[in-house]
């Protein structure tokens, strides 16, 4: 940790020694524009056509081509770099581990392909705009040139099918072919249709790489001589070493009338959960809570308690997670739609255990008096070590032996200490520390909690935090870890008054200084700061 980089400049190389050595190699390429369609968001292509902003037949066709999982096809998708929104999207939705840069031949890439297509000798087939039909491309020997519309949604509905027939009737039987596809969004539904039909071939999406050939013109501005893409050698992490996989933990207990927008938040994260778990607690008292029969499809495990088991079940449920990644929300927590992406780039960066709201303890033995929230109550501009976290908890499946470590009397107090023992545990044995990724002003995508939601919802009657015993029993647990010797993120930085101007907000980042010039003892300027802080 951090994971290995792959960059641009070697994905190239690997690429075109198996196309100059004749190896049928598929490559498929993804950015915004294909996105956008899948999605069903308007698009302005920048050769004029315009996409509907509702799905279409090319849709659903983009779409399909996600799911093939054959060793001969390679998916070039966005990289984090230029479009991190686009690359966790495509990363998480596409199995197949054969993942590249959409960008091959474009940028740092740009000049080193035009060299190599000019060497190139090999038997092609073209599918490109119809302005280059009769045109020469560098060396190669062009069978034949397959013209397509200016308008990829319409051509897709009204004449791609026809042409996709007449190019397998003739040449469909021919294998070692170079079929060089230049068609926007058209290329990857079309190569899959021609690979379906005779993987002997390589098919390559060259996009407006070709342009200079098949439009007799600069196109693109990373194809300008002074561009400032002309040396950006763009990078991702090694698909080979990093999963995207994510199961997620959500709990039914008294609230089920939150568990339908809960769910509605996390099936349109941006970063896809591979699945959705959920464990129904018991109430101890009064009648049963039912389960929405209705919402039961859209779970991928469900496990209902015979018993009351606390706060403490539903992480001893994520053992059964399939991901070695999971995340864990309270009932009350609705994540923005970037949560998950969030919290996986961070980890990324630094393993760590990742929440939305986290405690910086000022005066642990009088918690849960005294003490500061950041994350979705308090913005953070970047990330932020904290003593533990609350409402969402992002981690690695491999670390949960650990949070079983915790004492038997925190344990048995069922109703709390499972988020402060988490991180004591991890910090103790691992030296994993706990942190809140950034939460950036009013980009509440971002949030594990989205402010409007958990302010509402976490401040009801049914919330554990809201009870005396709750607050007693937090009280009980703290105690207990800070007898074993926790030391707190706050005693271990003197200077915390300034650690915590660097990532709050400008109003708060001016009260921390005021704080710090009055110069009364540490307890006195944590009591001033706490009370101007939420909790």
């Given at each position: 940790?951090?994971?290995?980089k ?6 190239l ?12 190699i598929?490559?498929?390429?993804y950015?915004d524009?294909e996105?956008a ?11 004029g056509?315009?996409g ?10 983009l ?17 984090p770099?230029c479009?991190?929104?686009?690359y ?5 939705r ?24 000019e ?7 073209i ?14 020997t062009?069978?034949?040139y397959?013209?397509i519309?200016?308008d990829?949604i319409?051509f ?16 469909g ?14 290329s990857e ?14 098919y ?12 007799g013109?600069i196109?693109r501005?990373?194809q ?15 698909p ?7 199961s ?9 009338e939150?568990?339908e927008?809960q769910l509605k938040?996390?099936?349109n ?10 464990f129904?607690d018991p109430?101890?008292?009064g ?6 029969n209705?919402?039961?499809e859209?779970?991928?495990?469900i ?8 706060v403490?079940?539903r ?6 997670a399939s991901s070695?990644?999971?995340c ?9 739609s970037?949560w998950l ?9 630094q ?14 033995p009088?918690y ?9 109550k308090?913005p953070?501009?970047?990330?932020v ?6 409402h969402a908890?992002f ?5 949960l032996p ?5 004492p038997?009397s ?14 004591y ?13 950034p ?12 402010p ?8 009801s009657?049914a919330?554990l935090?809201q009870?005396k ?9 703290m105690?207990?870890l800070v007898?074993k010797?926790w030391v707190?993120?706050l005693?271990?930085?003197k200077?915390?008054h300034?650690?915590?101007?660097r ?5 708060i980042?001016?009260?921390c200084g005021?704080?710090l ?11 001033l700061?706490?009370?101007?802080l939420?909790?």
């Open positions: 940790m951090p994971h290995t792959i960059y641009l400049s070697d994905a190389e690997n690429i075109w020694e198996q196309i100059k050595n004749k190896h049928n598929t490559l498929l390429r950015g524009g996105r369609i899948i999605q069903g968001r308007a698009v302005n292509a920048q050769e056509w315009r509907p902003n509702h799905r279409t037949e090319l849709s659903e066709a779409e399909s081509t996600l799911c093939f999982d054959d060793p001969q096809i390679h998916y070039g998708i966005s990289c770099c479009d991190k929104e686009a966790y999207w495509y990363s998480s596409i199995k197949n581990g054969n993942k590249t840069f959409s960008n091959m031949f474009a940028n740092g890439n740009y000049t080193e392909l035009i060299k190599k297509i060497t190139l000798q090999r038997d092609a087939i599918i490109g705009n119809s302005v280059g039909l009769g045109k020469k491309i560098a060396n190669l062009i069978l034949k397959y013209s519309g200016d990829c319409s897709w509905e009204s004449d791609a099918k026809v042409l996709l027939e007449q190019i397998k009737k003739e040449y039987h021919k294998k070692d072919l170079l079929y060089v596809v230049c068609a926007g969004p058209l539904p079309m190569i899959m249709s021609l690979f379906q039909n005779n993987p002997d071939n390589c390559i999406d060259f996009g407006s790489s070709l342009d200079k050939y098949i439009h013109s196109t501005s990373y300008k001589a002074k561009s400032k893409y002309k040396t950006k050698n763009c990078w991702m992490w090694n080979e070493k990093t999963s995207f996989d994510v997620v933990i959500v709990n039914l207990y008294k609230r089920p939150n568990l927008m938040a996390l099936e994260q941006n970063l896809k959960p591979k699945e959705i778990m959920i129904q109430v101890n008292s009648p049963p809570i039912p389960f929405p209705e919402l039961k859209r779970f991928d495990v496990e209902i308690s015979s018993k009351n088991v606390g403490w079940g992480f001893n449920f994520s053992e059964k070695p990644y999971v864990v929300f309270d009932d009350d927590t609705i994540p923005g970037r992406e969030n919290c996986h780039t961070e980890m990324q960066k393993e760590g255990l990742y929440g939305t709201n986290g405690v910086l303890m000022m005066d642990p009088t849960p008096k005294n003490f500061i929230s950041i994350g979705w308090n953070n501009k970047t990330t070590e904290v003593d533990f976290v609350g908890w981690f690695k499946k491999k670390w650990y949070l079983f470590m915790a038997q925190i344990q048995d107090l069922k109703i709390c200490g499972e988020d402060m023992s988490f991180s545990e991890l910090l103790k044995h691992l030296n994993i520390k706990t942190y809140i990724p939460h950036p002003g009013r980009k509440v995508e971002f949030y594990g909690s989205i409007k939601h958990g302010r509402r919802l976490g401040g009657a919330a935090s009870s015993e709750s607050r007693q029993n937090y009280k009980k647990a105690n207990i007898d010797g707190t993120v005693q271990k930085n200077k915390w300034l650690l915590l101007a990532y709050l907000h400008p109003l980042k001016t009260l005021l704080i010039l009055q110069g009364p003892r540490r307890r006195a300027r944590g009591a700061l706490h009370r101007i939420p909790k």
